[in-house]
């Protein structure tokens, strides 16, 4: 910009006066919030009311998920999709979890509680993708979905599912995939040297271990007994529960076999080969439940539209769905207040938070709901990292954490703050009292640092704090930096690091403290306590019980038929892990979500959980 | 004969340095920590050797950069990001409907609202991908390079006016505040509150319009004062004088003699002026929720997804070096005086 | 006493701007006087010349010093009166509008913790940004231009392909990929350092307990910055920017190179480095200064971009860039979050795109409108 003399002070006069403008200008628009005219657009017929006018549902699911195929499915976005075009035994009421017959009409279970029988309805069918005519859902299928998810070489990662059910044969099954891990693992150093002599030698022994898992699987707990029986043989009666709470989960639904076959084909050991075509691309996808997928815009939305051959479809109240994926939570929360018929959404979604920011405006909407979820945010201390590996440093850290103050001034959505390590299950487990966990102790925090030999956080040598990059991560994590350096005196340095660095970090150990959440896969404590065992592949703290008795008591609760029992044991353990302190509890999730008024049967619930033919639109 | 040979040895160039720049993407990439399939939960080593399988990542470096750079064309490796895509299909969704048959590039779609109403909605190029950035990022440089320049040659030509001021004002404004201030103002106050755009989403027209000033502006600043700039040179040229005296009309004295030399600036920097909306373009997807492929810039290297990242790679750089070329070719064609000599920058 | 040494580092960088800017200032008043006063006129003395009577350049280079003096003593000033830092959390206070009366002028962020404290140690790192990105740049981009131009032929042509492919390249994809390399790289150092530490556990012990009161504030400083990646970071921004100084450089010494006093040095026998050491360079210099000024608010943009991201500095560290990000996610219920942090940088960045534009005015007019 060329410059005359003397002319200089003008020129910033009239760039300053047209900033001036256009800001007020801005403001004054901003602010009185001008009637919002109803975009319409394209050429519009003459504005009839036709009878039927479908009904039309649409709502956030998160980030667009890895893939929506039901047995690998893992994320809560993808599984948000799944639950909807497959069926699975049994679906679940919103609000008491008791199931409800789905692809099963009834089950018995034997007397000594170990054999479920689920006996399949008659009129269940498949339909979609290329098929002329609706051909019927069998057992085998429900066999063929849960073989595949056994298999490792389906890479699914809920694989231990069925041993969390206690499916009979699974502890064996699991204990052989183990014993041929160093074999596998000698393989594949093998391969990446390139020792072709060596892989020659290894490839064919591990082919055959291969094959005896195959055998093992054909063993397993669960077979069809006809076309329409399918019968769950359990190792022991105490998990029968637990079964009844993941039959219902989307990662068992049954998988059209033709289908999946001419789309992934496998060779004669079972590896996988080329893929021709992705089963559940919407072309090819052959369903039994409720909504078939239409339309899929990769990072924008899937469509569903109603499946006419279900056999409740004439009870399935909405036509059609548009699930949208997000990646900007503040552009949905607009779409939401939007006018504009045409873009705004029903739901925000399961799975779309509310940044903390906004949550306190939308508290009091009439439209704001609330469910606490089975799911618990916390901190592991790595136990082989000076000075964590002293109880003493870690209580100490424990102590000076502020929970209600984080809960009501930084994540602000309600949770509630965890002092023990399990979360309160409705019905079935209350955790141990609040004093007796980690309350905000600072004196005691401060006793027990000294006890430790950094009295005032003199002497503490340094640690870092890791969490995965996200607003709220770093704004918990900034908060407890400040609460330890504030009552410890001790200097926490914070590292936000991509998902995955993040995970592969924390899995293999590199971290002193780092972030986690948990969400219970299944309604019951076990599967908190899973975390806590000397040989958990989840200790990430990779601590022991000194007493050694965590691992035992974990395993006698879960195999304990009678509740109150269950319950005492459940509190042992919870006090074990205060005193031992390899995590650090900080709340129970929630989840504040906003739904319009003309949405019906929606229930907040502890596990995300809203099929959308359980729900209706009545305006 | 000249420019045929001259075309020859850049698309020699083009190739090598495509095989230099992926292997040393591939190279960073893998000297990074972290795989694709990294989960909360540990997996099972069998389960993440079937994984690892898949995706080659067990083999020797050459092989495996091999394996991804073939899985450009054949497709057997899924992207590690979205697993049910290759990386191709991905960047070029199919502009079809596999379903019906019918295409999705611009068609209309009846829609029935809530209340009853029918409306005929123009759909375009609803299913993102490359299309979906391809039509923001052309359409923001088509706006840059309009407005930029339009308002830099009036700019010129009242020069130190009040126009003038308020012009390069707002250029400076366009220039200092980035696009993820932009854009969210611009969302809020016209989509939010005004209601007269949507505020995000995609797959008609009316969602192009946002996205397209919000990445365009900076650029158009820009080019407004890089014309402006280049105006100035020439106007008190001799020739130009000349063509006045002799009773040239006025309008055909800007477009034929002025435009022509004092764009040669602006034309400088269209190269980096499209580097820069391919970054932008980042931003506005995230912000306006278009499924573009902006996003995988970023993600496919986070992801540690290398398929993705690899064809992602590969795509971008012949695409930039492709326009290079063109602003090349287009700066020989336009200013006889460098046609026939070695370009000196 | 303890406030001056939680600053010591921010109050001595201070000092030495102040003394940059009054040496500058005093540099031009004398060019000035002795032009005014009939004797010798330089190239440079003639190029200040007319920087001084360019008002706005004057007023930017005031705004950029004020500022760049406010960032550096703010912080210690609201320490000292009222106790405020950029890091300390008062989670009650948070998210609240602009006040008088509760000494938070700017208003907080939802943790409690004040803007204004958070704009200027914001406005520290993102003007070090352009300083250090800027001279890093200049570094290598001059030095590279220089021998490519000056050596001319076959090298000329491979370092300048080299510079086209970088020039091509959108530099994202660069600095994200190099963030996550450069952060495992350091990491395996700070392991190795700890491992180091651990190792020598009992005389460091003893230094430590001896240093009790610096000891603390070092500790203070050392938790909240957390490791000094974005040092590493910002050499990266720099790094990104060069190729198109280098093309500028190269252009410039092209043009030099067949000028008399380079073949007459040539003639005489001097070294190639050293008629590029002191013919070249100086010739140059002039340049260089306005193309890095001109550079400096687009690396700014760059860190800017960098935050929104989620790459740029580590909490509770703040820059301009991330101030941003943060407050556009909130523009319209916390207004003030965005709005203070914006504004200043953009005043900040008019300042260096006026300064730019004034000394290349100053320094070669015949270069106007051409970029």
Redesign the interface.
């Known amino acids: 910009m060329s410059n005359e003399e003397g002319k200089g002070p003008w020129q910033s006069i009239a760039i300053a006066a047209s900033v001036a403008i256009v800001t007020v200008f801005m403001f004054a628009l901003a602010s009185t919030g001008c009637n919002k005219r109803d975009a319409g657009n394209g050429k519009e017929a003459t504005g009839q009311k036709t009878a039927a006018v479908p009904t039309h549902l649409r709502f956030g699911i998160g980030a667009e998920p890895k893939t929506i195929d039901s047995t690998k499915c893992y994320e809560s976005a993808g599984i948000e999709v799944v639950m909807n075009y497959c069926e699975p035994l049994v679906w679940y009421d919103q609000a008491t979890f008791v199931p409800i017959p789905g692809a099963a009409e009834r089950w018995d279970v034997s007397p000594d509680g170990k054999t479920y029988t689920f006996h399949l309805r008659a009129n269940a069918t498949w339909w979609g993708g290329a098929l002329t005519k609706p051909e019927p859902v069998t057992a085998s299928d429900f066999v063929a979905a849960w073989r595949r998810l056994l298999d490792p070489k389906t890479a699914a990662q809920y694989i231990e599912l069925p041993q969390h059910m206690g499916i009979a044969g699974t502890t064996q099954y699991f204990a052989e995939l183990k014993r041929i891990q160093p074999l596998v693992e000698k393989l594949t150093a093998a391969e990446k040297t390139g020792d072709a002599a060596r892989v020659a030698t290894l490839e064919p022994q591990v082919q055959r271990e291969y094959a005896a898992l195959a055998l093992l699987r054909q063993g397993l707990g669960f077979r069809a007994d006809g076309p329409n029986r399918f019968v769950v043989d359990l190792e022991d009666a105490a998990r029968g529960k637990i079964l009844m709470k993941l039959v219902g989960f989307p990662i068992l639904c049954p998988v059209h076999q033709p289908t999946l076959a001419r789309c992934e084909p496998r060779d004669a050991q079972g590896n996988a080969l080329p893929r021709v075509c992705t089963w559940t691309d919407p072309e090819h996808l052959v369903a039994n439940g409720p909504y078939l997928i239409t339309e899929h815009v990769l990072n924008s939305h899937f469509t569903l539209e109603r499946n006419p051959k279900y056999w409740d479809a004439a009870n399935v109240a909405i036509d059609r769905a548009t699930l949208i994926s997000v990646t900007d939570e503040v552009g949905m929360l607009r779409r939401y207040e939007s006018k504009d018929m045409d873009d705004t959404i029903d739901w925000l979604g399961a799975n779309v938070p509310i940044p903390p920011d906004r949550i306190d405006m939308w508290k009091s909407h009439p439209d704001y709901r609330t469910s606490t979820l089975y799911g618990t945010y916390f901190y592991w201390f790595n136990t082989r990292q000076r000075p964590l590996g002293d109880v003493n440093v870690r209580r100490a850290l424990c102590f000076a954490i502020d929970r209600q103050s984080i809960v009501t001034n930084v994540t602000r959505g309600g949770q509630v703050p965890l002092t023990g390590a399990f979360p309160p299950l409705a019905g079935e487990y209350s955790p141990i009292p609040a004093v007796d966990g980690f309350t905000f102790d600072p004196a005691l925090a401060q006793q027990l640092l000294a006890a430790a030999g950094f009295p005032n956080g003199r002497g503490f040598p340094s640690v870092t704090l890791k969490y995965n990059t996200n607003v709220g991560h770093k704004a918990v994590a900034e908060a407890i930096q400040d609460m330890w350096r504030t009552h410890l005196g001790v200097s926490v340095a914070l590292q936000n690091q991509d998902w995955s660095s993040f995970v592969t970090d924390r899995n293999s150990g590199n971290f002193q403290v780092a972030r986690a959440g948990w969400q219970g896969d299944y309604l019951h404590t076990h599967t908190f306590a899973s975390m806590f065992p000397s040989n958990s592949a989840f200790n990430d703290a990779k601590w022991s019980d000194p007493s050694g008795q965590l691992d035992g008591l974990v395993d006698r609760a879960l195999r304990e038929t009678d509740p109150a029992k269950a319950q005492t044991l459940y509190q042992r353990i919870e006090r074990i892990l205060v005193a031992g302190a390899p995590a650090c509890p900080v709340y129970v999730y929630t989840k504040p979500d906003l739904v319009k008024p003309y949405v019906k049967g929606y229930h907040p619930n502890a596990k995300n959980y809203h099929p959308i033919h359980q729900l209706r639109i009545e305006r | 004969m000249h420019i045929l040979s001259w075309l020859r040895r850049k698309c020699i160039?083009l190739a090598i340095?495509l095989v230099?720049?992926t292997l040393a993407?591939f190279a960073?990439?893998k000297?990074?920590?972290?795989?694709?399939y990294?989960?909360?939960?540990?997996?099972?080593?069998?389960?993440e050797?079937?994984?690892?399988k898949?995706l080659c990542l067990?083999?020797?470096w050459h092989v495996q950069y091999w394996c991804y750079v073939k899985n450009m064309a054949?497709g057997?490796i899924?992207s590690m990001?979205?697993?049910?895509?290759t990386p191709m299909s991905?960047i070029f969704?199919s502009l079809y409907?596999?379903?019906t048959g019918k295409q999705r590039i611009l068609y209309?779609e009846d829609?029935?609202?809530?209340?009853?109403?029918?409306?005929?909605?123009?759909k375009i190029l609803?299913?993102?991908?490359l299309f979906a950035s391809f039509v923001v990022g052309c359409g923001a440089l088509l706006f840059a390079i309009g407005v930029g320049v339009t308002a830099g040659v009036f700019a010129a030509k009242r020069r130190?006016s009040?126009i003038d001021?308020?012009l390069?004002?707002?250029a400076?404004?366009g220039?200092?505040?980035?696009n993820?201030?932009i854009?969210?103002?611009l969302?809020?106050?016209v989509?939010?509150?005004?209601?007269?755009?949507?505020?995000?989403?995609?797959?008609?027209l009316?969602h192009l319009v946002l996205p397209i000033i919000t990445l365009g502006f900076a650029y158009a600043a820009y080019f407004g004062?890089?014309s402006?700039?280049?105006?100035?040179?020439v106007l008190n040229e001799d020739y130009v004088r000349t063509a006045r005296a002799k009773g040239v009309p006025e309008w055909r004295i800007t477009v034929w003699h002025e435009l022509k030399l004092g764009l040669q600036?602006v034309v400088?920097?269209l190269?980096?002026a499209a580097?820069?909306i391919?970054?932008g373009s980042?931003?506005v997807?995230?912000?306006?929720?278009i499924?573009?492929i902006g996003?995988h810039?970023?993600e496919s290297?986070?992801?540690?997804d290398y398929t993705l990242l690899m064809a992602m790679?590969v795509l971008?750089?012949t695409l930039?070096?492709v326009a290079?070329m063109i602003v090349d070719l287009s700066y020989q064609l336009i200013d006889p005086r460098t046609r026939g000599k070695e370009a000196?920058? | 006493m303890t406030t001056f040494v939680r600053h010591w580092g921010e109050l001595a960088a201070a000092a030495a701007w102040v003394a940059a800017w009054i040496w500058i200032a005093l540099h031009i008043h004398a060019l000035r006087m002795r032009v005014a006063s009939g004797g010798g006129e330089s190239l440079w003395a003639d190029a200040w010349n007319r920087l001084a009577k360019n008002r706005m350049a004057i007023i930017s280079a005031w705004t950029i010093s004020v500022i760049g003096l406010a960032c550096l003593v703010g912080p210690w000033l609201l320490d000292a009166t009222y106790g405020i830092t950029y890091f300390a959390q008062n989670l009650p206070l948070g998210a609240v509008p602009p006040s008088w009366s509760n000494h938070h002028w700017f208003g907080t962020d939802p943790h409690g913790r004040d803007v204004l404290v958070r704009v200027l140690v914001g406005g520290q790192i993102s003007i070090a940004v352009g300083i250090v990105g800027g001279t890093v740049a200049a570094t290598v981009g001059t030095l590279y231009g220089t021998i490519s131009g000056y050596a001319g032929g076959k090298i000329d042509e491979v370092m300048m392909r080299i510079v086209e492919a970088l020039y091509a390249l959108p530099f994202m994809l660069i600095v994200i990929v190099l963030g996550a390399v450069l952060g495992a790289v350091f990491e395996e150092k700070q392991k190795e350092q700890d491992a180091a530490d651990a190792q020598q556990q009992a005389p460091s012990a003893k230094i430590r307990r001896t240093e009790s009161g610096a000891e603390d504030a070092k500790k203070q400083e050392q938790g909240a910055k957390g490791s000094s990646i974005f040092i590493l970071l910002f050499v990266a921004i720099g790094l990104v920017a060069w190729p198109t100084l280098a093309r500028v450089i190269r252009g410039q010494v092209l043009g030099l190179k067949r000028r008399e006093f380079v073949l007459a040095a040539h003639a005489i026998g001097t070294s190639p480095w050293r008629i590029i050491r002191w013919h070249l360079i100086p010739n140059i210099l002039g340049i260089v200064i306005v193309y890095t000024t001109l550079m400096m608010p687009s690396l700014v943009l760059s860190e800017a971009f960098l935050s929104y991201l989620g790459l740029g500095v580590p909490a509770p560290l703040a820059s301009w860039g991330s101030l941003i990000a943060d407050g556009a996610t909130v523009m319209d219920v916390h207004l003030w979050r965005l709005a203070f942090p914006a504004t200043i940088m953009c005043v900040t960045l008019f300042a260096f795109n006026f300064l730019g534009d004034g000394l290349r005015d100053a320094l070669d007019p015949k270069l106007r409108g051409v970029d």
């Open positions: 160039m340095t230099v720049v993407t960073i990439m000297a990074a920590p972290g795989n694709p990294a989960t909360d939960r540990k997996i099972e080593p069998a389960v050797r079937a994984i690892r898949a067990d083999e020797p054949t057997e899924p990001r979205y697993e049910d895509k991905v969704p409907d596999q379903r209309w829609r029935t609202r809530y209340d009853g109403t029918k409306v005929r909605v123009l609803p299913d993102g991908g130190n009040l001021h308020c390069m004002g707002w400076m404004i220039i200092t505040v980035p993820f201030v854009g969210p103002l969302a809020y106050v989509g939010t509150r005004l209601g007269w755009l949507p505020s995000s989403g995609w797959g008609e009316r004062r890089f402006r700039g280049g105006m100035l040179e600036p400088t920097f190269g980096p580097s820069g391919v970054v980042i931003v997807e995230t912000v306006f929720q499924p573009g996003r810039l970023v290297a986070l992801a540690r790679t971008l750089f930039l070096s290079n000196t920058s």
